[in-house]
């Protein structure tokens, strides 16, 4: 949504400028696009006839409303979804063409995406998560008359990605035009080299194009505006700029008293670019920047703004659960709400460049970011992944990723990639004299002149030089942030690693080995780049809760039970992983540990461990793939936060003679006492290591179990869990009744039931019906089950443990009411209204 800030934003600060008429218009390009799944030449030209085919805007994901299968060959570990290829087609009028520059931007196309205008081909990109522009001016037809845009995306050869990746224009595209001489795509850098209490210093520089038929003297003036608008300092550089040309304009700037960018206060600023011909302002173009230093410590982790940190973060994959890959700002808003909820204040973008927007929202709420680029380099992971393409593609791919990114404050890291083959040697591994030579160059021209190690490996170790080179080519684009990755081997021996480039030691996982750090490698920051997988799914115990799960017994080799279900517990976990209440202490308890990056803080679709079909999603997630919190939230809310937390678990719906162990996730309290139909069980504690309160086999009685935490002897939190009867009613609850008209926004309808005396049933499976009046639409319904078979994209779903979700997205300029109603065969049915404006 920034890009329409910007569009507004240019046009009121202009004013004081002689000002053309037509600076930078940015267009929103998502509506009026047509859709089909095939292939055929044809569909890239402009006479085809496409009347025929699907209506849609975009952001689109078509994988996802297809059905899940394990025949589909992206197997359960990509999703069980289909892929394939898809066509999408725009109709569009020229705007004026003199002396103007059209664009067109993506922010994602997966995959294989290749762009024609009036059926000419004017781009190409196999990684589906690049960002990407096109200039379309000369393939366009004269002002007012009819263009056609058509989009091929082919994503037929599968598996290539381990998780879900989606299918389509999952992303925004925007059409910017501007006149022929503006600020590239991606094409200011600002960095603040200098900070203090009484001064901030700004280095801006800008690239500017002249596509003129002439040379013109370029006057660019950057000024600095506040958070409430106003400007604070400004200045301006001129500089000749050859026909057809672009040169990068630089200056400093001063900024009084500027107020720190920090995760309590992401005070943001702007630098507005203008950029004058003959003294009327041509471009403008608008980056937000925040003041804030940053330093990460061998002995004690990350420092912002002078002041110790720990990050506190989970890794992240891109799919929205039932929305898909599709990107919905109100998805990425909710999804950062729930996560901030239980103290999150970083990210890793796992394993792939985010969208932008999640980026420009890290910004406004202070959440830190590791920024990745790869999952993996020439080595592949599965049979049809980026690896084909990584020699060709991996430059370009990397250098783009760094100069759309690098603005953000939030980012404090880069990592060159995810548990990256190329750790370790291999009889398979490309030796440095078997390059072609251009390739064999481009790695040698890229070691980083610091770069430490020993010279052999330079000459005989094409992984060596691999890494330098990827780290060089980073901070050629940016040299204000520290580079890392996310490694599984944590030996010395790790290619990565002793090639001497990485600024940060990041381990996955191995928590057996992060007293060996200060040993293997000392003065180096250290940081848990991935840790935990410990497995769970929503309202499912198994007993006892002390015995430890470890499923699958190897990672090859799927485990297999009737339920397909892991424990809530945190008594379940992969085989190379750690429960969460362990992981966390791990680091919690190390100074030298800069924090955690958990796996995962939402479920996602595919990688179902330790489970294949018919499971097709994650139970990694700290909440589940709806939304809804797992038990393990409140561990991490009760350490990470100081919101008083007090949940009692599991739920009191058993069978006579059952013996249940019961939970309690806390803090604030000096001690909880458990209660049953009145009865006390005792009083209970955690301690350093074991995170919870914990009452052993207690025997199942029907009614009502509590736990009350006391303070000083004093009752401060209570929670109680009542025996409920058969589900009677359905319970409708929106996250938010009043929408924006926009075509975008969305409200999430939480379902779940009570029995005939109002309690929630928290095992109902009943099955559900959905149907939406008025001017909205059902975009997606999802219950949180892993193993769950139904279509996200139908009008079904049953419930899971209790509960499942309801997602309704508004129509595009229109204005009034939307019912939701939710049926069922047993259950009284239940409405929700809400209101678009």
Not at 243 to 255: L, N, R
Not at 332 to 354: K, M
Not at 447 to 466: P, R
């Amino acid at each position: 949504m920034k890009h329409f800030f910007l569009l507004i934003a240019s046009i009121i600060m202009a004013s004081s400028y002689n000002v053309n008429a037509q600076e930078r218009i940015i267009e929103d390009f998502n509506f009026d696009w047509s859709f089909k799944l095939g292939d055929d030449q044809q569909f890239a030209t402009k006479d085809f006839d496409d009347s025929s085919w699907r209506e849609l805007h975009l952001p689109h994901d078509w994988s996802i409303e297809g059905e899940f299968s394990k025949d589909n060959p992206s197997t359960p570990g990509g999703g069980a979804l289909p892929g394939g290829i898809g066509w999408y087609r725009k109709h569009f009028k020229s705007p004026k063409l003199d002396g103007r520059h059209i664009a067109i931007e993506f922010d994602g196309i997966f995959m294989n995406s290749t762009v024609f205008v009036n059926g000419h081909k004017v781009g190409f990109r196999p990684y589906g998560y690049s960002s990407m522009s096109y200039d379309i001016t000369p393939y366009l037809n004269p002002q007012g008359e009819e263009n056609i845009i058509a989009v091929r995306c082919d994503n037929s050869e599968q598996p290539n990605s381990r998780w879900y990746a989606g299918c389509g224009i999952y992303r925004n595209v925007r059409l910017v035009n501007t006149a022929n001489v503006f600020v590239d795509y991606t094409g200011t850098y600002i960095t603040t080299p200098e900070i203090s209490k009484e001064r901030g210093s700004i280095k801006a520089q800008v690239s500017i194009s002249n596509l003129r038929n002439d040379a013109s003297k370029v006057t660019l003036e950057n000024k600095i505006l506040d958070a409430k608008g106003r400007c604070v300092a400004k200045n301006s550089v001129t500089k000749a700029i050859n026909a057809g040309a672009s040169a990068d304009m630089e200056m400093t700037i001063e900024v009084d008293n500027p107020i720190l960018w920090d995760v309590d206060n992401p005070y943001l600023y702007n630098v507005v670019s203008y950029v004058m011909v003959d003294g009327k302002v041509v471009d403008d173009y608008i980056t937000p920047f925040g003041f804030r230093y940053f330093e990460f410590k061998a002995d004690t982790g990350f420092w912002l703004n002078g002041r110790n940190l720990k990050l506190k973060g989970v890794c992240m994959h891109h799919d929205l659960g039932a929305l898909g890959t599709a990107v919905h700002r109100r998805g990425l808003e909710r999804q950062l709400d729930i996560l901030q909820s239980f103290g999150v204040n970083a990210i890793r973008t796992s394993h792939n460049p985010p969208t932008p927007e999640l980026l420009d929202m890290c910004d406004e709420r202070g959440i830190l970011v590791m920024d990745e680029a790869f999952d993996m380099w020439r080595r592949a992971k599965t049979r049809y992944d980026y690896a084909r393409y990584f020699d060709e593609w991996h430059q370009k791919d990397l250098i783009d990723f760094i100069k759309r990114d690098r603005n953000h404050p939030s980012i404090v890291m880069w990592s060159v990639g995810n548990e990256i083959l190329e750790q370790w040697n291999s009889n398979d591994d490309v030796k440095l004299d078997d390059l072609p030579a251009e390739q064999r160059n481009l790695l040698i021209n890229f070691i980083s002149e610091n770069a430490t190690g020993n010279k052999d490996d330079v000459e005989k170790n094409t992984n060596v030089l691999l890494t330098r080179h990827m780290v060089a080519t980073l901070k050629k684009y940016d040299n204000t942030r520290p580079v890392t990755a996310g490694c599984n081997e944590t030996r010395p021996t790790n290619n990565l690693i002793r090639s001497g480039a990485l600024d940060i030691i990041g381990f996955n996982y191995h928590v057996q080995d992060y007293d060996s750090v200060k040993e293997w490698y000392p003065n180096m920051p250290f940081i848990g780049s991935e840790t935990a997988s410990s497995l769970n799914s929503r309202g499912f115990y198994i007993h006892p809760s002390t015995k430890i799960n470890v499923v699958p017994e190897r990672w090859d080799a799927p485990h297999q039970t009737d339920h397909h279900q892991c424990s809530a517990y945190d008594n379940s976990r992969a085989p190379w992983a750690t429960l969460h209440e362990e992981a966390w202490v791990a680091v919690r308890d190390r100074d030298f540990c800069a924090g955690t990056f958990i796996w995962t803080g939402f479920d996602y679709l595919g990688e179902p461990t330790p489970y294949s079909w018919p499971s097709r999603s994650s139970y990694f997630g700290i909440v589940d793939l709806c939304g809804f919190p797992k038990d393990c939230y409140y561990m991490y809310r009760s350490e990470w936060t100081n919101n008083p937390t007090l949940h009692l678990f599991p739920h009191w719906n058993w069978n006579v003679g059952d013996k249940i162990d019961m939970w309690v996730y806390y803090n604030t309290a000096d001690e909880v006492e458990l209660f049953l139909n009145g009865k006390s069980l005792g009083k209970r504690t955690k301690t350093s290591d074991r995170l919870h309160a914990i009452w052993e086999n207690v025997e199942f009685e029907a009614g009502e179990i509590t736990a009350i935490g006391y303070k000083n002897g004093k009752e401060i939190l209570r929670h109680s869990r009542k025996t409920a009867g058969k589900a009677e009613k359905i319970v409708l609850t929106a996250d938010r009744k009043v929408l924006k008209a926009d075509g975008y926004d969305l409200a999430y309808v939480t379902v779940e039931c009570t029995d005939a005396k109002g309690n929630l049933v928290p095992t109902a499976m009943n099955q559900l019906y959905f149907e939406v009046d008025g001017v909205g639409e059902l975009v997606g319904v999802d219950n949180g089950n892993a193993a769950g078979g139904e279509s996200l994209k139908g009008n079904k779903m049953k419930l899971f443990n209790g509960k499942a979700i309801a997602i309704v997205r508004t129509k595009r300029n229109e204005s009034g009411k939307i019912t939701l109603k939710v049926t069922s065969d047993d259950m009284e049915s239940a409405t929700v209204k809400l209101s678009s404006r």
